[in-house]
């Protein structure tokens, strides 16, 4: 079992940038993928970006250029958000790949314009 902790949302105007980490516990050993998503108001939820246990990362286009997912220790994953808009607007759900899906509770970016 893995548990993912994750924080860092907000209220930020557009062109601003927000951080947001996501700690995992229990089995992270099995951990092979980490990542966020998000879900916006009447929408599905979406990849964002992924970060393999070797370092590749993958990215939506909507967010290339603007967001950055990084490790910052064994078990903490990053999200760096710069350059936001209001379609950024969503609940985002860190997520990390095991033997199976887990998901964290989801934190809320608001981006006023």
């Known amino acids: 079992q893995v548990q993912l902790v994750e924080s860092g949302g907000g209220l930020v105007q557009a062109g601003g940038s927000l951080r947001l980490s996501c700690t995992a516990s229990?089995?992270?050993?099995?951990?092979?993928?980490m990542g966020w998503f998000r879900q916006a108001p009447g929408k599905q939820r979406e990849l964002v970006a992924t970060?393999?246990?070797?370092?590749?990362t993958n990215y939506v286009d909507s967010v290339k250029g603007r967001f950055t997912i990084a490790r910052d220790n064994a078990n903490t994953v990053n999200l760096q958000m710069s350059s936001l808009k209001p379609e950024d607007t969503a609940v985002y759900y860190c997520?990390?790949?095991?033997?199976?899906?887990?998901w964290g509770q989801g934190t809320q970016v608001t981006v006023s314009s």
């Open positions: 997520w990390a790949f095991a033997t199976r899906a887990n």
């Open positions: 970060l393999t246990r070797g370092g590749t």
């Open positions: 229990g089995s992270t050993f099995s951990i092979r993928t």
